[in-house]
């Protein structure tokens, strides 16, 4: 029986509510994930490192030559959707993480879909994560925006150790 959805007292966690993400949900994440795929022509594989190199790689191109493919008709956030739902995957293969949304309370999430470790003390919000990049708006110490896909994915592996101050601490 599975233990979801959760509620804990708001001093304990940055989002007091966590739940699994619905069956539809997860199909339309998974055809988003699909979608970058295809348009990306990223290679198949079930590393999720390497995927995440992929991802780290085409926001690079993206970011480098300042255009997204015509398919995608000028909107960066169906872009940010797409390959924030792949990175989502890329989490679910390298480290176990499953789709999660979260927020005060079921009628009041403050992300509808991200994933997250099974003891819920991190979140990962994948679609907002690559919109911020992509839209120039996740700068780093130095002002610059940082494509920072790669260096999150590998950096989870050491932070998911710590216990951090409270549940649902979002990575990005």
Request: aromatic fraction near 12%; include cysteine; glycine fraction near 12%.
């Amino acid at each position: 029986m599975s233990e979801y959805p959760k509620h804990f007292e708001e001093a304990e966690a940055y989002f007091p509510y966590v739940d699994l993400v619905d069956d539809e949900t997860q199909k339309q994440l998974l055809e988003a994930a699909q979608g970058a795929i295809a348009e990306f022509k990223i290679p198949a594989t079930s590393d999720g490192r390497e995927l995440a190199s992929q991802i780290n790689r085409v926001v690079d191109e993206i970011l480098r030559k300042g255009e997204i493919p015509s398919g995608y008709n000028g909107d960066k956030m169906t872009v940010a959707v797409e390959l924030g739902a792949l990175y989502g995957f890329a989490l679910n293969m390298g480290y176990g993480w499953k789709w999660k949304k979260v927020g005060a309370g079921p009628d009041q999430l403050r992300f509808d879909w991200g994933v997250g470790p099974d003891d819920d003390n991190y979140y990962n919000p994948c679609g907002v994560f690559l919109g911020k990049i992509l839209l120039g708006k996740n700068t780093g110490l130095d002002g610059k925006n940082d494509n920072t896909v790669l260096l999150l994915y590998n950096m989870i592996g050491e932070t998911v150790k710590k216990t951090p101050a409270r549940k649902l601490t979002v990575l990005w």
